[in-house]
């Protein structure tokens, strides 16, 4: 499975982005596709994630309110809407997905998003 991750920029704080993460392979055999982030000098941390065949959701403390995760079926691609972004917000965003309960088991290559204060 390869993930294509993209929709990354630099954005004035309390502006928008919509990040987009396609799929190889057909997504009927995902269990969760997630997206966590990586800051400089930090350890990459959970942002969100949707449980595939039931889309419920689950999101960082410190997103909550702020980012959406959604999904496209037709489209074997998952994305995070961000609005009213911070500078804290400023990371590598990266996607993944897990075919079941553990670990995610493969990861896209990451998008910049950097916020200006």
């Known amino acids: 499975v390869q993930l294509q991750a993209c929709g990354g920029g630099l954005v004035q704080t309390g502006g928008s982005l919509r990040l987009s993460c396609a799929a190889s392979?057909?997504?009927?055999?995902?269990?969760?596709m997630g997206w966590f982030r990586q800051a400089p000098g930090k350890e990459r941390e959970f942002v969100a994630a949707i449980r595939w065949s039931v889309a419920s959701t689950s999101y960082a403390d410190s997103v909550k309110g702020r980012f959406t995760i959604s999904r496209d079926n037709a489209k074997n691609t998952v994305y995070l809407q961000m609005n009213n972004l911070k500078p804290e917000d400023t990371a590598v965003y990266y996607c993944?997905?897990?075919?079941?309960?553990?670990?995610?088991?493969?990861w896209g290559q990451g998008t910049q998003v950097t916020v200006s204060s």
């Open positions: 993944a997905v897990k075919l079941n309960s553990g670990a995610y088991d493969y």
């Open positions: 392979e057909r997504t009927f055999s995902y269990y969760y």
